[in-house]
């Protein structure tokens, strides 16, 4: 149940008209098994400010990018080694698909899938999750386990004709959508 600090949050972000087209991210909650308490996102949820958003070329390459070489919800690239968790949001003009790594040399394939005849599913090594185009995704980064989004894109132009007249780049926008300790 929202507390009466995220309702009021909430209300106040709906009142803002600087963005009438900006929702608030959906209330994303995890349970912190060390002590049973339930941390939710709803009551720390921010905006994408000014000079704090994430802006990045898609193609159809799968490619790595450290979330740890940049300033997020306040955590400095030089204190990597100190961790820290927060929500981030991302969004594309077009569909893609992605996953979260430890590792700066992960790779993605959206292809891959057990045959549909298999009766006991496994783990793909390279699998990844698609986003549709324009569709927000929510996301806890612990910036030690997913340093790395490694990122793919159907296309990297779009051209719908009704958004966009001419052909645009593909484009990845993200913010981080709390302060870090989450």
């Not at 098994?33 to 720390?44: F, L």
Request: glycine share 6%; with cysteine.
């Amino acid at each position: 149940m929202p507390s009466d600090r995220a309702r009021a949050l909430r209300r106040s972000l709906r009142s803002l008209d600087y963005a009438p087209s900006v929702e608030p991210v959906p209330a994303l909650s995890y349970m912190d098994m060390g002590n049973a308490n339930a941390i939710s996102q709803e009551a720390n949820i921010l905006p994408p400010r000014l000079g704090e958003i994430l802006s990045m070329a898609l193609d159809t390459t799968p490619r790595v990018k450290d979330l740890g070489a940049v300033p997020l919800a306040g955590l400095q690239p030089a204190n990597i080694g100190l961790g820290g968790t927060f929500f981030l949001t991302l969004k594309a003009n077009v569909k893609w698909w992605y996953v979260l790594s430890s590792s700066p040399s992960a790779t993605i394939d959206e292809t891959a899938a057990d045959a549909a005849n298999v009766t006991a599913p496994t783990l793909q090594a390279t699998s990844c999750v698609e986003v549709q185009a324009y569709e927000e995704v929510g996301i806890r980064v612990d910036r030690l386990a997913h340093r790395y989004l490694v990122v793919k894109a159907e296309s990297a132009t779009v051209s719908d004709g009704d958004r966009f007249p001419t052909t645009v780049p593909a484009i990845l926008r993200g913010w981080a959508s709390s302060h870090a300790g989450l």
